[in-house]
């Protein structure tokens, strides 16, 4: 009897599997339906009970390093690499709470694109508030509470820490007094005979020049309790930067909040499904977010990082809420951990309502991308049916951040827009006319909402902003200018 080769040994296998399944098949049909694994798994039934729940808040902490693919193509070509973005956008959060609640309330998607617009009606209602970073707590450390990340504002700007010269470390001299490593930037004046192409709004910058370089390692995401303070009152803030303050407390760059989700590169070969064997020159590689914080020196000090999101059901009807414990998240369906929690967004600080009632005037903080038809200018914020009308005085922006996706009801890629990215800073005023009570309510109304013009951009949690304080005023450049 002849030898038999790797390949035929290989599709005796696959045959021999096939006609087993068809046996079991006809021998009891339900066992198909119970030994197929979905990896979209429940740790409890759906609520059916007449007490329905409208809202439910997740902490999804991915297992695997999370691909969120940027617009660079990828494809099966040799070589290829599927680039990350630094941080998930709301439509990756909102694409996959809607698909796990088509999944829960078993609604089925087809190649018909009618059929699945209809289907699509159904979830867009849902609003979604995030996705915010948020640490979870360490189980190493006794007083380690869980906390809020926020990307870092636009009008805050963070200089290398000051350093003996070489002559003061020769001579083992103290240092010269420093000042704060942190700075503010605020809408200024603008000097006579100045001339850009920007004069419908204030320029916002450096009160008075500095000669210091920007900080390489800028923390990207600050803890909610220095994002708070920043919100509350900048100044403050910067005088606990500054060693020489009196102030005791004073805080480091690596306190102010963490640099960003570090890159996990991996290297993947195409696998022959005939032979189960490497096929030469087909490497491909993948670049993930790692929602671990490392420390080489001291494992103990890893810190835990998830994603909070918050689903409001109550605009829609006949849907189940999901409740997965373990579900796909982004691309190459990596896995994820999904774990209810009763933590709510932050409350509207009195202090802060306070503050912009007596100024006047206040600054819009982006906590999420926002999308705006006229891409840097809100619209939507300004048209208030209670009466309050705030114009837009100054903007501290970034680069414009460049998302698109894919379009399930026609099976197509959606357009490319252009968002306002997280931290953009909105500098408002009020009109002199408006009263006091007004500007509260409308303060409170929308703290923690979204801002984005369009309706479902606002449902998609595009926008997602908070208020801090701001006098108003326009500050004065401090020396000369030319």
Not at 81 to 99: D, E, K
């Amino acid at each position: 009897m002849a030898k038999q080769s790797r390949r035929e040994r290989h599709n005796q296998k696959q045959q021999a599997k096939k006609q087993m399944h068809a046996q079991n098949q006809i021998a009891d049909p339900i066992i198909e339906h119970t030994s197929h694994v979905q990896v979209e798994t429940y740790e409890n039934p759906p609520n059916t009970s007449c007490e329905t729940p409208t809202q439910q808040t997740w902490l999804i902490e991915p297992r695997d390093p999370l691909i969120v693919r940027d617009g660079r193509p990828f494809n099966n070509t040799p070589g290829a690499r599927a680039y990350t973005q630094s941080f998930p956008p709301p439509s990756v959060l909102a694409g996959v709470i809607r698909s796990q609640t088509a999944y829960a309330s078993k609604l089925q998607f087809t190649r018909n694109s009618d059929d699945n617009r209809q289907q699509g009606n159904k979830l867009q209602p849902i609003q979604i508030y995030g996705p915010l970073l948020f640490k979870l707590p360490n189980p190493n450390k006794e007083k380690d509470e869980p906390e809020f990340l926020c990307h870092a504002p636009a009008d805050a700007l963070l200089f290398e820490p000051e350093a003996k010269t070489k002559a003061q470390e020769s001579d083992n001299q103290q240092s010269p007094p420093t000042r704060p490593w942190l700075c503010r930037l605020v809408p200024i004046q603008v000097p006579e005979r100045f001339v850009c192409d920007f004069n419908e709004l204030g320029l916002v910058g450096l009160v008075k020049a500095d000669p210091r370089k920007p900080a390489k390692d800028q923390p990207q995401f600050w803890y909610w309790e220095h994002f708070l303070h920043w919100l509350q009152d900048p100044e403050g803030l910067i005088n606990k930067t500054n060693p020489q303050a009196s102030n005791p407390k004073t805080i480091a760059v690596g306190d102010l909040g963490i640099k960003g989700l570090p890159i996990d590169q991996r290297t993947h070969v195409q696998i022959d499904s005939e032979s189960q064997s490497a096929e030469d020159g087909r490497l491909f590689q993948t670049r993930g977010l790692s929602f671990t914080q490392t420390n080489e020196q001291q494992l103990a000090e890893a810190r835990r990082l998830a994603l909070y999101v918050h689903a409001d059901y109550r605009d829609t009807t006949g849907l189940t809420i999901p409740q997965p414990s373990i579900a796909p998240l982004g691309g190459e369906r990596r896995l994820a951990h999904w774990a209810k929690t009763d933590q709510s967004l932050p409350a509207c600080d009195q202090v802060i309502v306070d503050a912009i009632v007596k100024a006047n005037a206040c600054r819009v903080i982006l906590l999420t991308p926002a999308m705006f038809s006229e891409g840097y200018r809100p619209t939507w914020l300004f048209q208030d049916p209670q009466g309050v009308q705030p114009t837009l005085a100054a903007i501290a922006i970034k680069r414009a951040q460049v998302i698109s996706g894919w379009d399930l009801a026609i099976h197509k890629p959606k357009p490319t827009r252009r968002l306002a990215p997280a931290g953009t800073v909105l500098f408002l005023k009020f009109a002199e006319k408006e009263n006091s009570a007004a500007i509260e309510a409308w303060v409170r109304n929308y703290w923690m909402q979204c801002i984005s013009d369009e309706e479902q951009d606002r449902r998609d949690g595009f926008g997602l902003a908070v208020f801090g304080t701001w006098d108003g005023e326009f500050a004065e450049i401090k020396g000369e200018t030319k």
